[in-house]
Nanobody
């Protein structure tokens, strides 16, 4: 499976962005998928995940601000981010959760200015 993330950019604090993760090569409809982020000098962390049955989970740092969703017909995962904070600045990636067995994509940069 190949993953291509898009939708990042530079926004002011309080703004919104919608990230997309398009998968190709095989369907991901039966996979648990997650959004991960890596800030400079920090380890990659999982911030949201969506299970094969539609259940979702969010880390405390993004809960009530981010929403993960999936469109199985488009083989795509989304991350709607609102009320963005400077500490959300990172490169965002998607992958299986928890195994992360797919090859990592290039990620999409999200930069939030104060």
């Amino acid at each position: 499976v190949q993953l291509v993330e898009s939708g990042g950019g530079l926004v002011q604090a309080g703004g919104s962005l919608r990230l997309s993760c398009a998968a190709s090569g095989s369907t991901i409809s039966n996979d648990n998928m997650g959004w991960f982020r890596q800030a400079p000098g920090k380890e990659r962390e999982n911030v949201a995940r969506i299970y094969w049955n539609g259940n979702t989970y969010y880390s405390d740092s993004v809960k009530d601000r981010f929403t993960i969703s999936r469109d199985n017909a488009k083989n795509t995962i989304y991350l709607q981010m609102s009320r963005l904070k400077p500490e959300d600045t990172a490169v965002y990636y998607c992958n299986q959760y928890p195994s992360q067995t797919f090859s990592w994509g290039q990620g999409t940069q999200v930069s939030v200015s104060s």
